[in-house]
């Protein structure tokens, strides 16, 4: 089975302030892809990154980054000199590459005030 | 880029009305789509997947005479809510993915609202 856990319900910040939301997974799978999505008010599903299990490296795309430890099973998103446009919900999700089904994280509500 | 279109955004309908969502893909052909379940505030279940020209595999507990799913052409796949109930109220979205597009791509979702 798999599970995709994002421990923070709610975070809040000021504009500027860098923030990390944190993601866990489970697998038993050695082959997956783990995803980051925005989800902002209007409702759509913006997809942001998707990580090969394979490739460790840490990705950087303008003030957002990414943190991928096999080891400690997690896949971490910050991002640096929060705006308020950033304010969103936020879902990690894994995929088996096999069924191609992706598992959602409960999501971390991002709030970034001016 | 893959671009897949969820229409209608919103609907709101009468209870024991039937509603139809249609997801396409704009422009790749996708193998597989996904529909997936969003209650307020909560995760993205997913309800079933569909393969172009094969029966919906439903996720445990989704009702298939319930929620029909038909994806007969690689570029539509649809959803309908049969005999629709408040509770059936939700936010619905697809994704879809194909030989040709990068990971997969969601819909812009649509809201139901059943009165």
Known sequence: ?114 | GAVVSQHPSRVICKSGTSVKIECRSLDFQATTMFWYRQFPKQSLMLMATSNEGSKATYEQGVEKDKFLINHASLTLSTLTVTSAHPEDSSFYICSATGARSYGYTFGSGTRLTVV
């Open chain 1, 1 to 114: 089975a798999q599970k995709v856990t994002q421990a923070q319900t709610e975070i809040s910040v000021v504009e500027k302030e860098d923030v990390t939301l944190d993601c866990v997974y489970e697998t038993r799978d050695t082959t997956y892809y783990l995803f980051w999505y925005k989800q902002p008010p209007s409702g759509e599903l913006v997809f942001l990154i998707r990580r090969n299990s394979f490739d460790e490296q840490n990705e950087i795309s303008g003030r957002y980054s990414w943190n991928f430890q096999k080891s400690t099973s997690s896949f971490n998103f910050t991002i640096t000199a929060s705006q308020v446009v950033d304010s969103a919900v936020y879902f990690c999700a894994l995929e088996n590459t096999n069924a191609g089904k992706s598992t959602f994280g409960d999501g971390t509500t991002l709030t970034v005030k001016p």
